[in-house]
């Protein structure tokens, strides 16, 4: 172990640092010059979270990214930090390698004890969120644009989870921004930049550095939440192919340790771009059917493999496919759900409770109700989930944004899904004999179907939309929703509310509003209109539509066709084309 002195240098603002653009980034104030002065400061029991991702040249102005790791620290009590433990390391993103070693100075300058960075600063955000928790840190930095695309001339993101791994609620980061705009002092550390790429731990007086093993902390925890050997089995099988696409994101680095290595699977045919790249080779690692377009072929092709799987930029977010068949996000947490207990040894007593965000269909609340264990509806963000864990109310949880995932962390996670699918498979065929015809992904979705019923569901994205646009849209529905009663008419549906989500948290009582647009209509049907702004362009308008059908025999039907009618009224009550030009939406799920 290396040991070097710790020199501390705050860069002093002579004038008050701009306004920032987005929460993820703050820009600092000019003029800064550095002098040496003592202080005694302090770290983190809490998350902020970044709700913006920006270009990276904007991060790369001087002290932009600094002055928002400065302003988490004024943010937090210093006993929540000082001589503490964080965590750092994200998606593998262009810049996260310069960013690291800023974030490191300054916590050590912050009075930080000790930092345990991912090697090559490569750490997926549910594996930052298993090191806190198995470590018990005071916290973590996640360096990641989350699904976006990556590169000089793209997108670059950071957030800061809890001591309990998970993202922070709105007080915190709102009162980082306030921090960014009246910071006057940068608290950085004068020592060399740390070796990222070699594992260990080099010491600069009170302040150690540790740079870890991205996969073995969050591999250990997965042998303990599933049943390997099961797996395996089938894994092994001659019968059985599986193909999962890193789409040269983060999951990469965890794909042939777990899945080769532990899991027995092919090394040759399973895995496609699993070499993770700072620009995900010129890709844009969003696990759907537009963007993981080669493992959409490989599925849908001929001699298409028996079980498809992708994740996204930072490891949370998944795509399950069987041969020829999509499962949609909303199903598959639903799935699961239905087969945790039987299948996966982490919920043999069966969940707690399950839980949904509130554009993400129904699926899962047939389950609930069945399963007779209590149910909640959430705002999109996992930190909502996070309570209900934190408070032993909530086991399962899913978003239709392709997120998935249980307590076992206080993240959604992309691998952790396509574990349990390869449980619910392994478990549904393990007697099964050579010869014999092996239960499929389809075939558990029908049979799901053919218990609950199918939540026809799809989602519209219109992507880079022009900003004004898209909010005078969304004005112009708030008004649609003011003017609307119950049992109005809307062509062939009839109304039973609208209304503008809101929730309170049945935990600590905190409330949010104007989370989403919401047209109920009687017969169970959905529109649901939301603004999302995780991208660095414009503004991306989702446009959710969910219809309810038992009669099985309508459950063939391709969900473009089953809910056009609905999908067409969306159009029509939000005049959507007449706002913003578009003819034709960017994605559709």
């Known amino acids: 172990m290396a040991s070097h002195a710790l020199r501390l240098h705050p860069l002093l603002f002579s004038a008050a640092a701009a306004r920032p653009a987005s929460l993820a980034a703050r820009p600092g104030g000019g003029g800064a010059r550095r002098v040496h002065r003592r202080h005694s400061l302090a770290v983190v029991r809490c998350s ?24 988490l620290f004024n943010s937090l009590p210093p006993e929540d930090y000082v001589g503490g433990t964080l965590v750092l390391g994200g998606d593998g993103r262009y810049f996260n390698k310069d960013a690291a070693q800023i974030i490191t100075k300054i916590a050590a300058g912050n009075g930080v004890g000790k930092i345990l960075v991912g090697r090559n600063g490569l750490l997926s955000t549910p594996a930052v969120s298993a090191v806190i928790r198995k470590r018990q840190a005071n916290g973590g930095f996640i360096m990641s644009a989350s699904h ?81 050997q099961l797996i395996k089995g089938l894994l092994s099988r001659p019968d059985f192919r599986f193909v999962f696409d890193a789409m040269h994101a983060v999951t990469g680095a965890y794909a042939d340790p777990i899945f ?38 490989t599925m849908f092709g001929s001699g298409a493999p028996d079980f498809g799987a992708a994740s996204d930029g930072d490891g949370d977010r998944n795509m399950i496919l069987g041969r020829r068949f999509f499962v949609t996000p909303s199903d598959s947490v639903a799935i699961i759900a239905a087969n945790a207990q039987a299948a996966i040894p982490y919920f043999q007593s069966g969940p707690k409770g399950l839980a949904r965000s509130m554009p993400t269909s129904g699926a899962l609340d047939r389950v609930a109700e069945k399963l007779n264990v209590p149910f909640f509806e959430v705002p999109t963000g996992w930190k909502f989930f996070g309570n209900l864990m934190d ?32 449980s619910i498979l392994a478990h549904r065929n393990k007697d099964k004999k050579a010869g014999e015809r092996l239960v499929s992904v389809e075939d558990v979705a029908r049979e799901h179907w053919a218990t609950y019923g199918r939540n026809f569901f799809s989602r519209y994205d219109y992507e880079e939309c022009e900003s004004e646009s898209a909010n ?24 039973q509310f609208a209304d503008d989500f809101s929730y309170t948290d049945p935990v600590d009582g905190s409330t949010v509003s104007k989370q989403g647009l919401r047209f109920v209509f009687t017969d169970g049907s959905r529109i649901i209109f939301r603004l ?30 089953a809910l056009k009618p609905l999908i067409d009224l969306a159009l029509s009550v939000s005049k959507l084309k007449d706002f913003t030009g578009r003819d034709k939406p960017t994605v559709i799920t």
């Open 532 to 561: 999302s702004g995780t991208g660095s362009a414009g503004a991306t308008i989702r446009v959710y539509i969910e219809q309810f059908e038992s009669d099985a025999s309508k459950h063939d039907l391709d969900a473009q066709i």
């Open 260 to 297: 080769v290595e532990k899991l027995g699977a092919d090394p040759v045919d399973y895995i496609l771009n699993g070499v993770p790249l700072e620009d995900f080779g010129n890709g844009h690692p969003d696990p759907n059917l537009t963007y993981a377009k080669e493992l959409v072929f």
């Open 391 to 422: 408070a032993g109310k909530l086991s399962i949880c899913g978003e239709e944004s392709f997120g998935t995932g249980s307590d076992h962390i206080r993240e959604k996670d992309g691998i952790w899904a396509v574990l349990a699918w390869l």
């Open 148 to 228: 976006n695309p990556g590169g000089p001339d793209n997108d670059w993101g950071i957030k800061f989870n809890y001591s309990s791994g998970q993202p922070a609620p709105e007080t915190i980061t709102d009162q980082i921004y306030g921090n960014t705009l009246s910071i006057s002092e940068i608290k950085t550390a004068d020592i060399p930049d740390v070796d990222l790429s070699s594992l260990g731990v080099v010491s600069y007086g009170d302040f150690t550095v540790e740079v870890i093993d991205p996969v073995l902390d969050y591999l250990e925890l997965m042998e303990n939440v599933f049943d390997f």
């Open 48 to 71: 902020s979270s970044a709700a913006q991702a920006l270009k990276v040249k904007v991060f790369q102005q001087e002290n932009y990214l600094a002055n928002w790791i400065q302003a």
């Open 472 to 495: 005078k849209m969304m004005v112009h529905l708030r008004d649609v929703i003011a003017k609307s009663k119950p049992g109005e008419k809307y062509g062939n549906y009839t109304l």
